[in-house]
């Protein structure tokens, strides 16, 4: 009797320690599924995240440190729910955040291209303000603009093996802060544009993304069956040397040209009453200002845009 006890007893205390342990795997599979939710705080934030090809880039990760969790982790991903602009624009969402160590194996087991370590383009916007149209994120208090247009840009380099800087400072808050007006924009991302361009030598291509303002049958054109936004530059030359600027802009508008005549509008020289006539292209001869599409274009006209300059941008700066 005393034998049978005991092991009734035993098996008692098995299956107690058997609940417990179900009870802890079930508590870390839903705190791993609660926990592991990115959250942006701002809308530049949710921009971003919206630029990335996936949801599961997303800042502000929480992740529990136990063995178990690691596991969960390693095993299950329990963020990748199509974004927005995934939906909307047709992103792929098959990318991974090991993607800039090299060529590894994404979770479909497709290769993605090796990203240059050091910087080779930046991007800023001297006009952060500056939008295009985008009703699909009406609903998402989201006003698609220049600065998306340059985490676009970054995005499609970076499938490209190019890695590009992006300038995230804030210029209208520089511009209110200092009491500084509009017109003094160039003057106040110079500031930002100059530091980054001291500090990183490693860059051969510096633009300033702008947008036009100008009919949509004038900044749009139809490539592969997309509607696409036009592409313009401009120089300035109230400067000493602008004709560097001026040589290596003509050079990318021409590589343009030869593979999609119809995308770029041209090269315009500026200078004189009206105009700034320096745009900060003094500060390198290896920058331009870039105009991408009018107020009447669609983010979705300046995707297809920018998909199809990443490759030609990637070809110009491995050019001797």
Known sequence: ?????????????????????????????????????????????????????????????????????????????????????????????????????????????????????????????????????????????????????????????????VKALVMEDNLIDYLNLNNMKHAQSYKASRYFAEETIKNTPSLKLIIDLHRDSLSKEKSTTVINNKSCAKIVFVVGNEYDNYEQNLNMTNSLNNLIKEKYPTLTRGVLIKGGAGSNGVYNQDLSPKMTLMEVGGDANTIDEVLNTLELLAPIIKEFISEP
């Open 1 to 161: 009797m005393k034998r049978v006890k005991t092991r009734k007893r035993r098996k008692f205390k098995f299956r107690i320690l058997g609940y417990a342990f179900l009870v802890f795997c079930g508590y870390q599979v839903s705190y791993n599924v609660i926990m592991n939710v990115k959250l942006a705080d701002t809308n530049e934030d949710f921009i971003k995240c919206l630029l990335a090809d996936s949801n599961y880039h997303m800042l502000y990760e929480k992740k529990a440190n136990n063995l178990l969790s690691k596991a969960f982790t390693y095993f299950f991903d329990v963020n990748e729910p199509v974004s927005i602009l995934e939906n909307t624009f047709h992103f792929k969402a098959n990318k991974t955040s090991e993607e800039v160590a090299g060529y590894v194996s994404n979770p479909k087991g497709e290769k993605v291209t090796k990203t240059s370590e050091d910087p080779a383009v930046f991007i800023y916007n001297t006009h952060q303000a500056e939008a295009y149209q985008g009703k699909a994120l009406e609903s998402y208090n989201i006003t698609p603009g220049v600065m998306m247009a340059s985490y676009i840009l970054q995005d499609k380099l970076a499938n490209e093996g």
